[in-house]
């Protein structure tokens, strides 16, 4: 579905990627992880078309992405950045009816059966609530969700989130990290998400990406990363391992002398 092929890409002469090399296949759901400043969101926003590579090429469904016309690639990729613009005074069922947008004709207005698949998206993100609030009543946390929503409207092939858990407390952070699994395996979506939360990270997800200084430092499989000494070698500190749930969750050390 998703190929990276040697791409990079700099701001003025700072390096931010450096020839990533990456295969995505449909059906998955991919964590992107590593420090600030590894690359992460710069890898999302080239995929999504907000940069181009100043070297290499992204494909998706085997095509180049120079190769889509905006609107044929807005209907199968959907992209929710780390900041989305809420200084609109906009109602939340507007905000989510609004990924309809590349489905609509030009100079047409959502209809019925658009608002009607925006209630189901925000219901899916546990927001149905705030269908009449508007976007400078809520919380940041809530004002995630109603993005997130927005890009489930528009029913994308491929989704990619940049730290969609950021600004959620506890309970929606769990919640959010299973509705990403639920929705790659109920729609066969793929779903690439950066976090820096790496026991949420990898909780529900097929692999993640490790960034480092541009570059892929690590592809592995969930499991595969939650382990002391992987951590120690690619995030440089101390944690111990335990078994929950069926999953693997990370206790960072406090550090100083037990």
Not at 46 to 67: C, D, H, K, Q
Not at 121 to 146: I, N, P, W
Not at 189 to 201: Q, R
């Amino acid at each position: 579905m998703l190929e990276v092929r040697g791409a990079s890409y700099q701001y003025g002469e700072q390096p931010a990627l450096r020839a990533i090399d990456l295969t995505v296949d449909a059906g998955q759901l991919v964590a992107v992880t590593g420090p600030n400043g590894s690359g992460k969101s710069t890898l999302l926003k080239l995929i999504a078309r907000v940069i181009a590579p100043s070297a290499g090429e992204v494909r998706f469904e085997e095509r180049a992405l120079a190769s889509w016309a905006p609107r044929e690639y807005a209907r199968r990729v959907g992209y929710l950045p780390q900041e989305p613009e809420s200084a609109f005074p906009m109602r939340a069922l507007d905000v989510v009816a609004s990924g309809r947008a590349p489905f609509l004709h030009r100079f047409a207005w959502e209809d019925d059966a658009d608002f009607a698949i925006a209630r189901e998206a925000l219901t899916t993100c546990d927001a149905a609530h705030l269908e009449g609030r508007y976007l400078d009543e809520m919380s940041g946390g809530e004002r995630k969700r109603v993005f997130l929503a927005r890009v489930l409207a528009g029913k994308p092939k491929l989704i990619l989130l940049d730290e969609p858990l950021a600004a959620l407390d506890i309970a929606h952070v769990q919640q959010f990290s299973r509705l990403m699994r639920e929705v790659v395996d109920a729609t066969g979506a793929t779903i690439l998400f950066a976090s820096h939360d790496l026991n949420w990270a990898s909780a529900f997800s097929d692999r993640v990406l490790v960034m480092r200084d541009g570059a892929l430092a690590a592809d592995l499989p969930s499991a595969d990363l939650m382990r002391a000494e992987v951590i120690r070698e690619l995030f440089g500190f101390d944690a111990a391992v335990v078994e929950s749930g069926g999953r693997r969750w990370l206790v960072p050390g406090v550090g100083g002398d037990e």
